[in-house]
């Protein structure tokens, strides 16, 4: 993991996500917390960790490039995938503070994020940054819930036909679909870990959607070529999906 510090022009006016929510009132901040050359993009590489689960750390961080997951491990060894991180989304930020992380963050393709300095002085002077922050975790919990029902009530093809449909929506909003291909660098093992699956279940679903002709997946990429009859499994749950498009654009007036 590598960690460069730019002034505004290298980090700032060259990222596409600069007009998102908290990037954007994280630019006009004129506090003494915020300098914004004191950004630092860090790299990682493909499995490489940002930070473990119980690790100490304070920082807040916005996906520039890549695919980040988080993950929990139980005490047996267990794993369970949280979520995909997609680009300019916030991660980092947890209930203690100061405290230590709930969870890992590892990139599955190689990455880079942007860390925020003195976040918590931040908020405390900023409140439409607080006012995003907000929003962004609404929006996340509002996510987890949909995948909790999911993993609850749902049979294999149900449940990784929403997942499928969540990632196409969630990075439409984000003008990162190219038609119905999805960029998708989730592994079997990825998949099986986010919805409580075993890999069999993952590989035997994929299995009937590619010879119902519903999708083609390659290494890192999904194309969904029946739309329709996979919204048809899930449908009625993708009526709230529009709300995340809170987080990137919500913001009060100065």
């Excluded at 794993?79 to 997609?86: E, G, K, P, T």
Aim: proline share 3%.
């Amino acid at each position: 993991m590598s960690s460069h510090s730019f002034g505004l022009i290298g980090i700032c006016l060259t990222c596409p996500y600069q007009q998102h929510c908290f990037c954007r009132n994280l630019l006009n901040s004129s506090t003494p917390e915020f300098e914004v050359h004191s950004l630092k993009n860090i790299t990682l590489l493909a499995k490489q960790y940002l930070y473990y689960q119980g690790d100490m750390n304070e920082g807040l961080f916005v996906l520039r490039e890549g695919w980040l997951i988080l993950t929990r491990h139980s005490e047996d060894g267990k794993r369970q995938v949280v979520r995909s991180i997609l680009l300019g989304e916030l991660i980092g930020f947890k209930k203690e503070l100061r405290g230590p992380n709930t969870y890992s963050a590892i990139a599955l393709i190689n990455s880079v994020v942007c860390k925020i300095p003195n976040s918590i002085d931040l908020f405390s002077s900023r409140p439409e940054l607080g006012l995003c922050l907000a929003s962004a975790l609404a929006c996340d919990m509002m996510l987890t819930e949909m995948y909790l029902y999911n993993i609850a009530h749902r049979n294999a093809q149900e449940k990784i036909a929403f997942m499928i449909l969540e990632l196409h929506h969630r990075l439409n909003l984000r003008g990162l679909n190219e038609g119905y291909l999805i960029k998708f660098p989730l592994k079997q093992e990825d998949i099986a870990d986010t919805l409580g699956l075993t890999v069999v279940h993952v590989n035997r679903s994929l299995h009937t959607f590619r010879q119902a002709g519903w999708l083609q997946v390659t290494k890192r990429e999904l194309i969904i070529l029946n739309y329709t009859a996979i919204y048809s499994l899930v449908g009625t749950e993708f009526k709230f999906l529009p709300l995340f498009n809170l987080g990137l654009t919500i913001s009060l007036k100065n």
